[in-house]
């Protein structure tokens, strides 16, 4: 299995809204990634995952907070969004963060804040 | 200034022609360089690795200039299914991995 896999594809939210992106992976990776990308713009690092531990908080703002829950699963919770952080929400793994370059990605989450 | 910048583009080719664009990154620190290539409404996927050496994976080479700072990829017999964007990314000796804008190529019949 060599798929990273996100839930929901698509999200709609209003900017009082709780909600949760999940991404999975099965490959035994150890870190894992969130990235933000906004239409015809490149991924913005937002959060980095080592050994289910948070080792990299690209200054995200508090409104958006990941969880490991184990070396499967990432989370990002999200909670009073704005509608600027409408944006396609990625999720990548590799095998350890030293190898970070070969990051597989999972197919994102379009997120809307209305 | 950008970490790293890229041609926007669009290169628009015909079929069977050949296409090259350059990468320039600025911090002389950066310890690697890859190219992945995203199609539309896809995620990132990992093109190349770029050698100091210079690579070639069929079609398409890789080289790296460090003394002026960038990267080029070059794509020989273009094929329709090449057209996608190409995003150049760097990465410093603290694992942050930082990508270009993207140069967008479009191959047409």
């Known amino acids: 299995d060599t798929e990273v896999t996100q839930t929901p594809k698509h999200l709609v939210m209003g900017m009082t809204n709780k909600k949760s992106l999940k991404c999975e992976q099965h490959m035994g990776h150890r870190a894992m990634y969130w990235y933000k990308q906004k239409a015809k713009k490149p991924p913005e690092l937002m959060f980095v995952?080592?050994?289910?531990?948070?080792?990299i908080n690209e200054s995200v703002p508090s409104r958006f907070s990941p969880e490991c829950p184990n070396s499967s699963l990432l989370n990002l919770h999200l909670h009073a969004l704005q509608p600027e952080d409408s944006a396609l929400y990625l999720c990548?793994?590799?095998?350890?963060?030293?190898?970070?370059?070969?990051?597989?990605f999972g197919p994102g989450t379009r997120l809307t804040v209305l | 200034r950008k970490e790293v910048e890229q041609d926007p583009g669009p290169f628009n080719v015909p079929e069977g022609a050949t296409v090259a664009f350059n990468c320039t990154y600025s911090n002389s620190a950066s310890q690697s360089f890859f190219w992945y290539r995203q199609d539309c409404r896809k995620e990132p996927k990992l093109l190349m690795s770029v050698y100091s050496s210079g690579n070639e994976d069929g079609r398409f080479t890789a080289q790296l200039n460090r003394a002026s700072q960038y990267i080029s990829l070059l794509i020989r017999d273009s094929k329709l299914s090449d057209s996608a964007t190409y995003l150049c990314?760097?990465?410093?000796?603290?694992?942050?991995?930082?990508f270009g804008a993207g140069t967008t190529v479009t191959v047409r019949a």
């Open positions: 990548a793994s590799s095998q350890v963060l030293a190898d970070v370059y070969e990051q597989f």
């Open positions: 990314v760097v990465i410093d000796n603290d694992y942050k991995l930082s």
């Open positions: 995952y080592s050994y289910e531990k948070l080792s």
